[in-house]
């Protein structure tokens, strides 16, 4: 019943900002940590950014000060705010139960133009 569904990618310029969603369902994101992870071709997939139970969040080196994780408790969302988008953000962006093992949603394609 738990489901992960990744939404508001696409194909922006560089510079330019997108945020993500993910909405799950059968699990109440106020109550886990959450994490969203990238995959870019032919690279493993990365832990971007989490956040806890109690709100702090930790960022990947490659994306502090641009990105930023957050919750929308009435949606149960975990979303990405994604700023300052450069060519080495493509990727396919996934969100994550944290601690959870290999479960995911589709992902949602962000790609960013040279």
């Known amino acids: 019943q738990v489901q992960l569904v990744e939404s508001g990618g696409g194909l922006v310029q560089p510079g330019e900002s997108l945020r993500l969603s993910c909405a799950a369902s059968g699990i109440m994101v106020a109550y886990r940590a959450m994490d969203w992870y990238r995959q870019a071709p032919g690279k493993q997939r990365e832990l971007v950014a989490t956040?806890?139970?109690?709100?702090?969040?930790n960022y990947a080196d490659s994306v502090k000060g641009r990105f930023t994780i957050s919750r929308d408790y009435a949606k149960n969302t975990v979303d990405l705010q994604m700023n300052s988008l450069n060519a080495e953000d493509t990727a396919v962006y996934y969100c994550?139960?944290?601690?959870?093992?290999?479960?995911w949603g589709q992902g949602t394609q962000v790609t960013v133009s040279t």
């Open positions: 956040i806890t139970r109690f709100g702090t969040t």
């Open positions: 994550h139960i944290n601690n959870w093992g290999d479960f």
